[in-house]
């Protein structure tokens, strides 16, 4: 569908660094953004006389505009260019931060965050896609490093930067930080990427685009608020999951039966074997480490009793590892065979997993901090080579909506496991519970009844005791479900085809263009 590109026709210089420095600065934001303010979520409440239900919109707003906007991503950068749309999105989301910061009660942000999602989805993919347009082949791996340094370290880092922010100043300035960082990295676009004017313009698929929206906004309500729904209990559950089952079998019936390029979504893109692959792993990455970064900080500070702060400390190691990795990585990425690495990382995050799974109630910091470390470096040794052996074979032209799609899978896999390890939180939870309580009872009389004249003291700190231990093992069972999960993945390397030596001369005059300086 998408035939724009970043390569400039004229075959004028680039500043390859300030591009990349610039498209980086929008990609961080971007990706901070989306976890910076969930540890200002109390500040917030009270500061906007909302209950604790309603201030979960300001989370939820900006996750579903973001996932729906995202498949757009491939289709503007046709229809408008790479550069303007960029423009547009950055400009955008800088100011729908302004609004969130200066906004006075709830319905002000959920709008902003609203405008922040629509707005910021295009700048991830379009950064991936641009890295790989203004570099040639043999650096894509190093390109992708940088590219994966700011999609993985920044959700890593949010809490921590936001719990700072909103203890050292407000939570306002979780969002007005974003201002002056958006605005360098819009003169930086501006000045440094060269103008793009896209080749077709195609007719919009209405229908396509609407289909998939209401599906992949319908998922994403209903993974986000399942939780506090009690999932299908709940009839705003089952009226998520029926507008999931209706629009997506909509848009796939649709699709298939339109020809190519008059569809919303280009389905050539699946005749590609590396591309499906990559989107199938990013999906097991997404579930399996999105969702183990989800579990530390609740554990860390429910049971650990860790401040917001100290849990950012420990945990924030891990983007050290994951950073060190990469950069070492992308200089690995065409000199390896990309699947050995990719198996040394699945490899090193089963091994910080079969660590988390022999964890107590009692932890020091150092058995929280080395199997993050050892779990970011695999993270790292995964991300980047998975990102290259995705787009390896893919056309240029495909490459924006590619990205879209990839970053939408990764996004769509992050809500799935969150938002499983979190079901199954609470009910392994309750169940551990109720199987402490009996090994008590049967083992050593009433225990938990006031036979013996216990106080209501000390029964209230017993099954306090109780809760502690059943959450913990609790925890225990997600770690080794990611574990298995991890395990279980690895076979599914072999689908991963080597990226062919020779390219075809169309490929090798585009990587040359793209590469002049």
């Known amino acids: 569908m998408s035939t724009a590109s970043t390569a400039p026709a004229s075959g004028a210089p680039i500043n390859r660094t300030m591009i990349t420095i610039s498209i980086m600065l929008a990609t961080i ?6 976890t910076i303010a969930n540890v200002a979520l109390p500040h917030m409440q009270g500061s906007l006389n909302a209950s604790s239900d309603q201030i979960t919109w300001v989370l939820t707003s900006f996750i579903v505009a973001a996932a729906i906007a995202t498949p757009l991503t491939g289709w503007l950068s046709d229809r408008f260019g790479l550069k ?18 200066i906004a006075g009660n709830l319905s002000e942000i959920v709008l902003a965050r609203l405008l922040q999602g629509i707005f910021g989805a295009a700048l991830v993919p379009l950064s991936q896609s641009t890295l790989l347009d203004i570099n040639p082949r043999e650096k894509h791996g190093s390109a992708m490093a940088v590219w994966g340094m700011g999609v993985m370290v920044g959700p890593i880092l949010g809490p921590t930067l936001g719990g700072w922010l909103t203890d050292a100043y407000d939570w306002r300035w979780c969002f007005f930080i974003n201002v002056p960082i958006g605005a360098a990295a819009f003169f930086g676009i501006w000045k440094y990427i060269p103008r793009t004017i896209a080749k077709r ?30 999932w299908f209990s709940s009839s705003e559950t089952w009226i998520e999951a029926i507008i999931v ?22 389905y050539r893109l699946l005749y590609n074997r590396n591309f499906v692959t990559g989107l199938l792993f ?32 420990v945990t924030a190691p891990s ?5 060190l990795a990469m950069l070492v990585v992308g200089r690995m990425v065409g000199k390896v065979d990309l699947r050995l690495i990719l198996a040394a990382g699945f490899g090193l995050t089963a091994i910080s997993l079969a660590w988390m799974c022999t964890y107590t109630i009692v932890l020091s910091q150092h058995d929280i901090i080395w199997p993050g470390i050892i779990q970011g470096i695999g993270m790292g040794l995964v991300f980047v080579p998975l990102s290259a052996a995705t787009f390896a074979t893919l056309a240029p032209n495909l490459r924006p909506e590619g990205t879209a799609i990839y970053s939408l899978v990764r996004n769509i896999g992050s809500s799935i496991g969150i938002a499983m390890v979190q079901a199954l ?45 059943a959450s913990m093992i609790a925890y225990v069972d997600n770690f080794w479900l ?36």
Do not use: W
């Not at 303007?84 to 910061?101: E, P, Q, R």
């Not at 990013?282 to 970064?293: D, N, P, Q």
């Not at 080597?498 to 002049?516: I, T, V």
């Open 29 to 34: 934001i971007q990706a901070i953004d989306g």
């Open 84 to 101: 303007n749309v960029f423009l547009v999105s950055i400009a955008g989301f800088t100011v729908a931060s302004m609004l969130c910061g």
């Open 201 to 230: 313009s195609i007719r919009f698929d209405v229908f396509g685009f609407t289909a998939l929206s209401l599906a992949i906004g319908a998922l994403q309500m209903l993974l986000d608020r399942g939780q506090s729904n009690d």
């Open 245 to 266: 089952f209706i629009s997506l079998g909509c848009f796939i019936i649709h699709t298939a039966t339109r020809p190519a390029g008059q569809t919303f979504l280009d």
């Open 282 to 313: 990013i999906f097991i990455v997404g579930m399996v480490l999105f969702a183990t970064r989800a579990l530390m900080p609740s554990m860390l500070q429910g049971l650990m009793q860790y401040s917001a702060m100290t849990a950012g400390i």
């Open 319 to 323: 983007g050290l590892g994951t950073m």
């Open 425 to 469: 939180q609470v009910a392994n939870t309750q169940k551990a519970h109720a199987g402490i309580v009996d090994s008590l009872n049967g083992g050593n009389g009433p225990l938990m009844g006031s036979s013996y004249g216990q106080s209501q003291l000390g029964l209230e700190a017993l099954n306090a005791e109780v809760n502690r231990q």
């Open 482 to 517: 990611m574990f298995i999960l991890c395990l279980l993945s690895m076979p599914l390397l072999l689908l991963i085809a080597a990226p062919k030596k020779k390219l075809s001369q169309e490929e090798m005059e585009h990587d040359q263009l793209a590469a002049m300086e």
